[in-house]
């Protein structure tokens, strides 16, 4: 196998692959779900997420570049190459027709589906979940994924009719925190709620008509148990079952005139509001650390 003079592990096939190459063309193949789910495979676009996806051993199956990216982005396919993962130079026209942005930054990345079960993620024991119930919404699914992770939760679960994990819009929303968090997919949004009361998270429902207010649960100590929170659509918002089966119905309190929050600014609330409390120290007679038990 022919090495490029950064030590890039370089395709047999001379040239750079064109958008007839055969192996372009079924990687172009993946931007449509029902291709995506018969492979069990994803396109992750940009060096942020082929440097994430490179991170999970196993994850990345080839990668494709244009000469000045591959050049640009050296150390990247140094290590595909380290990893055995083909790195495959393409066309400029062949990136434009892999990529979904207008402007690509000339790397995109064949990946495998990173889906956990259910049982296994729990099993690790998550301090803080997110519960996408039926988002549609790709933009707001990924944004929403890069919050829980930046929160530090440990599963983000797409239940229900939801968007797929891996589409183009969603990973790119998620800017590598695909790859960082359990990813489970899920059917039944009312049995992931009894699956995670039965390992021992309180879930709450987000919704702008509950009952419990985000602030006066934070005062009481109530976000510092182990958490999943619901997050429904923002055009239809949580289902009433799910809503039912919750522990309590959580609304963040609006202290301007906004009418509402959008879905990812309010999970971002309600996801750091349980942050914070997840890693506020216990002082003395329950006293967080640094206050003053007098």
Known sequence: MPSAPHGRRLDAVPGPFTPRTPRVVAARRLQRRRDREATDRFLAEGPQAVREALARAGTVVELFGTPAALDRHADLAARAARADVPVSEVTDEALAALAETVAPQGLVAVCRHLDVPLEAALARGPRLVAVLAEIRDPGNAGTVLRTA????????????????????????????????????????????????????????????????????LADAGRLAASTAWLFGSEAHGLPEELTAAADARVRV??????????????????????????????????????????
């Open 149 to 216: 992770d930046a929160a530090g939760a440990g599963a983000v679960i797409f239940a229900g009719d939801a968007v797929d994990p891996y589409n183009g819009k969603c990973v790119r929303a998620s800017a590598g925190s695909l790859f960082h968090v359990d990813v489970v997919r899920a059917a039944e949004p009312v049995a992931v709620v009894a699956a995670l009361r039965a390992a021992g998270l309180t879930v709450l429902a987000t919704t702008g008509y509950g009952d419990s207010d985000l602030d006066d």
């Open 253 to 294: 309190p609006l202290h301007g005139r906004a009418e509402s929050l959008n879905l990812a600014a309010a999970a971002a609330v309600c996801l750091y509001a349980s942050a914070r409390a997840l890693r506020r120290p216990a002082g003395p007679r329950g006293h967080t650390a640094g206050e003053s038990a007098g």
